[in-house]
């Protein structure tokens, strides 16, 4: 089955800094690699995902890369904010099916 | 948003009790999932519904009893938990029925204390 891998665990940088986050992935089936952003005490929520037919993905200040040949696929937040802080998760789905594998999480601090 | 609620947000229970969470989705969604989050760990899918029929049980032990009656509820009967149990269980729902590659989206969890 699918095995997801998320790095760093923790992250912090100061305001208007880039921040990157960087998962790696085995079932060469996937083709779906959502983000999720949870703030302390609430829901995962959706901020940007990535399909295996393009390469990367931009949403204004967030970007997600993806290389499939290496399995890997990556989260840019450029000009972070202090409202930027928060648990991030990468996920792949496993191929075939409906199942999200998740990685372990990343918490990035934003200092102002 | 509040596409997919959960009840209760908050549940005390011994290990003897019988309860049951609840989870209702507004999207129009046909595939709904139970997931548990447990601190230091990576979000766990536990089961997988699609139109109302199972299609994933990651292989849950049975004291976790899931029950879809349609395809807009969920719900996860509890009963005989172990103090590991306790977590954040979450439940979400994407448009599924085969349509892959479809954001999920979540509601805001309930979260277990086992005593």
């Known amino acids: 089955g699918e095995n997801v891998e998320q790095h760093p665990s923790t992250l912090s940088v100061q305001e208007g800094d880039s921040a990157v986050i960087k998962c790696t992935y085995s079932?060469?089936?996937?083709?779906?690699f959502p983000w999720y952003k949870q703030e302390l005490g609430k829901r995962p929520q959706l901020i940007i995902d990535?399909?295996?037919?393009?390469g990367e993905k931009k949403d204004q200040r967030i970007a997600v890369t993806l290389n499939k040949t290496a399995k890997h696929f990556s989260l840019h937040i450029t000009e972070t904010q202090p409202e930027d802080s928060a648990v991030y998760f990468c996920?792949?789905?496993?191929?075939?099916?409906?199942?999200?594998?998740f990685g372990k999480g990343t918490k990035l601090t934003v200092n102002p | 948003e509040t596409g997919v609620t959960q009840t209760p947000r908050h549940l005390v229970m011994g290990m003897t009790n019988k309860k049951s969470l609840k989870c209702e989705q507004h999207?129009?969604?046909?595939?709904m999932y139970w997931y548990k989050q447990s601190a230091k760990k990576p979000l766990e899918l536990m089961f997988v519904?699609?139109?109302?029929?199972?299609?994933e049980n990651n292989s849950v032990p049975s004291r976790f009893s899931p029950e879809c009656p349609n395809s807009s509820h969920l719900f996860l009967h509890l009963h005989t938990l172990q103090p590991e149990d306790s977590a954040l269980y979450l439940c979400?729902?994407?448009?599924?029925?085969?349509?892959?590659?479809?954001?999920?989206?979540f509601g805001d969890g309930t979260r277990l204390s086992i005593l």
């Open positions: 979400a729902s994407s448009q599924g029925a085969g349509t892959h590659n479809q954001p999920q989206h």
């Open positions: 079932d060469s089936a996937s083709n779906y």
């Open positions: 999207l129009g969604h046909n595939a």
């Open positions: 519904y699609n139109f109302k029929e199972q299609t």
């Open positions: 990535i399909r295996s037919n393009v």
């Open positions: 996920a792949a789905v496993q191929g075939g099916s409906e199942k999200l594998v």
